[in-house]
């Protein structure tokens, strides 16, 4: 059974930090491609940052551009994924969610698009407040 479980979400001031995990089990994730999805009240899911299986190659907003930083750790079966959030914007109040997109690709290839990701969280809520 493939298990994605979203922590760390909460309340944040404008400029404050928040560090989101993504604790995934079931999929042999070292060969899947991670990626952060944010949903805002009334708006659309997108990408947030992307990340290849190995790691190596990153994708990230130009909203989060050089404040926001995806990374993850591997293991046979299991995989702990982060988002560290730093300089957050009121504009980053969202429910974010971590999905696996199980498509082959090389070491550093990944997807940005929503439409590839099988596997969802359920979702942790980061309100920023002005």
């Known amino acids: 059974q493939v298990q994605l479980v979203e922590s760390g979400g909460g309340l944040v001031q404008a400029g404050g930090s928040l560090r989101l995990s993504c604790a995934a089990s079931?999929?042999?994730?070292?060969?899947?491609?991670m990626g952060w999805f944010r949903q805002a009240p009334g708006k659309e899911r997108v990408i947030v940052a992307a990340?290849?299986?190995?790691?190596?190659?990153?994708?990230?907003a130009d909203s989060v551009k050089g404040r926001f930083t995806i990374s993850r750790d591997n293991a046979k079966n299991t995989i702990d994924l982060h988002l560290q959030m730093n300089n957050l914007k009121p504009e980053d109040t969202a429910v974010y969610y971590c999905?696996?997109?199980?498509?082959?690709?090389?070491?550093?290839?990944?997807?940005?698009?929503?439409?590839?990701?099988?596997?969802w969280g359920q979702g942790t809520q980061v309100t920023v407040s002005s």
């Open positions: 999905a696996a997109n199980t498509m082959k690709y090389d070491s550093i290839g990944y997807s940005i698009d929503l439409g590839d990701y099988d596997y």
């Open positions: 079931g999929l042999p994730f070292s060969l899947v491609n």
């Open positions: 990340i290849s299986r190995s790691g190596r190659s990153t994708y990230y």
